[in-house]
């Protein structure tokens, strides 16, 4: 696809997503994730039984396209 890291997004919830957490793009942890995934993530969302990835595009991504 030739997408560069500093224009993609990442989601997570526990341990093991935070090997797709890189210093380009976007990451993201949920409100229920772990905390070192948290500590990690430059956005927390909502949790994931609180529309976690709908809260995301609203937030982030709508927010992006709609300041320009």
């Known amino acids: 696809l030739?997408?560069?890291l500093s224009n993609t997004l990442r989601v997570g919830d526990e341990l093991n997503d935070i090997s797709m957490f890189f210093?380009?793009?976007?990451?993201v942890s949920v409100l229920n994730g772990t905390?070192?995934?948290?500590d990690k993530a430059d956005f927390i969302a909502t949790s994931c039984d609180k529309d976690a990835?709908?809260?995301i595009i609203d937030k982030i991504i709508y927010s992006a396209n709609n300041t320009k």
């Open 2 to 4: 030739n997408i560069k």
């Open 23 to 27: 210093d380009e793009g976007i990451n």
């Open 53 to 55: 990835i709908s809260y």
């Open 35 to 38: 905390k070192e995934l948290k």
